[in-house]
């Protein structure tokens, strides 16, 4: 597959996907807490995205994928569907949202602590959430691929941590998943370089403990191998003429300057 340049027409309707994604995050957070189950913000987010927004839940029935929202808990590493189990005091929880309105795709995730996070795990999110806006922030024409996935591999693994090699960010638009694959590790100044109208996401995962990843016989659920916590945010990007747009920005979020 190609990668596509969007037209302008296209562009806007993927400002308001996007939005609609992330206005399913700020909606969700005063849910996440204690004694809930992962099954009632899939039915809390199902139901906002389809009767309030009027969009539909791409993950539902992609590839076979039972529910409305990825939730990934603790040593899940994304894809993780959401079930019975309630939350519990001290856990990270990675919510996934990608809806579709009038045609086109906004994907966005982030991380909720449930009431006191362990201080590892929570400069891990930090760590986490910190790489994805120094990769954002170095998005614009020519830019290449490899000089997003370096900054983030650098910045993470300077802490000491690891970036999963089996999952990355991908184009976006009229399909969920389009040419570019955005991978979070790599090489300055190799790769594709981008250009404007590129539409495309950032969601890099990384592992308290080493990379290495499985995948639980639900043929869905990625577990880190070392069952140690790893987290991911994700934001969908508009590449304009002399920088970047975050498609998928919240009201909780600082706005991301261009690097220098
Ligand atoms: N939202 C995920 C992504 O960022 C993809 C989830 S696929 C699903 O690409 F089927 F698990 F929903
Ligand atoms: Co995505
Ligand atoms: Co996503």
């Known amino acids: 597959m190609a990668v596509s340049i ?16 992330a206005e399913v995050l700020e909606m969700i957070e005063e849910h996440v807490k204690q004694g809930v189950t992962t099954d009632t913000l899939d039915q809390i987010c199902h139901n906002y995205i389809v009767n309030e ?5 791409a993950p539902l029935n992609y590839r076979g994928f039972p529910k409305s929202i990825c939730t990934s808990v603790n040593h899940q590493v994304c894809h993780g569907i959401p079930g019975k189990k309630k939350l519990k005091n001290g856990d990270i929880i990675n919510i996934d949202i990608t809806v579709i309105k009038d045609g086109f795709h906004g994907d966005t995730s982030k991380m909720f602590y449930v009431g006191t996070p362990l201080p590892h795990n929570k400069r891990l999110v930090e760590t986490t959430y910190e790489s994805l806006r120094r990769a954002i922030a170095i998005v ?121």
């Open 140 to 260: 614009k024409p020519g830019t290449r691929l490899g000089d997003i996935g370096s900054l983030i591999q650098k910045f993470v693994e300077a802490r000491n941590y690891s970036v999963v090699r089996e999952y990355c960010g991908h184009g976006i638009g009229r399909n969920f998943h389009e040419d570019p694959q955005v991978v979070h590790y790599g090489t300055a100044g190799t790769g594709e370089a981008l250009v404007e109208g590129m539409t495309f996401t950032i969601e890099p995962m990384v592992n308290l403990g080493k990379r290495n990843v499985k995948l639980l016989g639900d043929q869905w659920t990625v577990v880190t191998k070392d069952h140690k916590a790893s987290a991911q945010w994700e934001h969908t990007i508009l590449v304009t003429a002399d920088g970047f747009e975050v498609l998928t920005l919240r009201a909780d979020e600082e706005p991301i300057l261009p690097a220098e």
């Open 6 to 21: 969007k037209t302008g027409d296209e562009i806007e309707k993927m400002k308001v996907a996007g939005r609609l994604a």
């Open 53 to 57: 927004q009027k969009a539909i839940p």
